[in-house]
């Protein structure tokens, strides 16, 4: 079945570090992917998307890139801050609107 | 604003005694679903509408009910809350084509 699998967390790292959180899919079709971000106390929000293989999705200074061969869509930044501090969630959907799936999601702690 | 608006944000309440949270969108979006997120689960999909009057389970339906009479509300029921339904619970929305999903800021219910 169709799925996602994230790393697990918490991931701590200091201010300016460079972030990797690691994302794979299993799909039966050809999913969308995406990245949220869920700030303390706040619902989900849509970090970055990707449609397609080889679609490169960025906002705020995170990039993720849809690689088919590789079934991945790993979230990279290159220097975190403290208000990077949050929990993300990896997703895929199928577009036929009744599934959206999550991973786990990653707790980002960042230090200054 | 466009928004997905939860009522309450906090409930606390004894097993058995019914109990609504309330769901709206001011998106005239067709599509909604409420969400669990708990603890190293991620987030994992309850029930689901595509439209007025078309709803159907997710993946944890179990203990649950909705209903679609409007396109804005999707409310959800929980008849006799029992202890395992203390979570966090959010409601999303979407549209056609390649949207994400909007989230509100989440309920979180604790039966005791």
């Known amino acids: 079945g169709d799925s996602v699998t994230q790393m697990e967390g918490p991931v701590t790292l200091s201010e300016e570090a460079f972030l990797t959180i690691n994302c794979t899919y299993t799909?039966?079709?050809?999913?969308?992917l995406f990245w949220y971000v869920q700030y303390p106390g706040e619902g989900l929000q849509l970090l970055l998307k990707?449609?397609?293989?080889?679609d490169k999705g960025s906002n705020k200074g995170f990039e993720a890139t849809y690689r088919k061969e590789t079934t991945s869509f790993h979230l990279e930044k290159g220097s975190v801050q403290v208000s990077d501090s949050a929990v993300y969630f990896c997703a895929l959907t199928l577009y036929n609107f009744n599934k959206f799936y999550f991973g786990s999601g990653t707790k980002l702690n960042v230090k200054p | 604003e466009a928004q997905v608006t939860q009522n309450p944000r906090y409930l606390i309440t004894v097993t058995g005694k019914k109990l609504t949270v309330t769901c709206s969108q001011n998106?005239?979006?067709?599509?909604m679903s409420w969400y669990r997120q708990d603890p190293g689960l991620g987030l994992r999909q309850i029930y689901y509408s595509m439209n007025v009057e078309v709803t159907d389970k997710g993946d944890v339906p179990e203990g649950y009910k909705v209903s679609r009479k409007e396109k804005r509300n999707f409310p959800l029921i929980l008849e006799s809350p029992s202890p395992n339904q203390t979570s966090l619970y959010f409601c999303?929305?979407?549209?056609?084509?390649?949207?994400?999903?909007?989230f509100g800021n989440g309920t979180r219910l604790t039966v005791t």
């Open positions: 799909a039966t079709g050809y999913p969308s």
């Open positions: 990707a449609t397609k293989a080889d």
């Open positions: 999303a929305s979407t549209g056609t084509g390649d949207s994400p999903l909007h």
């Open positions: 998106m005239n979006h067709e599509y």
